[in-house]
């Protein structure tokens, strides 16, 4: 299956992926402080000077941002992943090309707007 991108929208998506994927991975250090999930949790709770309730809204906190950048991180290594494989560009759900402009304002779109819609 042929692309419906050019050469040169496929390189400049993928360099902006691969820019992403470089931020992500330092947000996520950066709120996890180099250490794993478990630890980083550990670590906001055995803090001694906050209370209790502070702890748990910065525990809480620090997990959603997480959450969110590692579900982006993935869709963003998937997107390269299909680029690298010739598949990038088309919707994961129904095989429709997902427009240019669509992947400019967002490299990791893995669907078509009718089909994340509809999700």
């Not at 088309?90 to 994340?116: H, N």
Request: with cysteine; aromatic share 4%; hydrophobic share 40%.
């Amino acid at each position: 299956m042929t692309s419906h991108l050019t050469p040169g929208q496929k390189a400049q998506l993928t360099a902006d992926l691969e820019q992403h994927e470089r931020a992500l991975r330092a947000q996520l250090d950066f709120h996890l402080h180099g250490q794993s999930r478990v630890d980083r949790a550990a670590d906001v709770l055995s803090q001694d000077n906050d209370d209790p309730a502070q702890r748990r809204s910065e525990q809480a906190v620090s997990a959603a941002l997480g959450e969110q950048e590692r579900a982006e991180l993935d869709a963003v290594v998937q997107a390269l992943s299909l680029a690298r494989g010739g598949r990038y560009g088309l919707c994961q759900r129904c095989s429709a090309d997902i427009p240019f402009e669509r992947l400019r304002a967002c490299p990791w779109a893995l669907q078509c707007v009718p089909c994340a819609s509809a999700a």
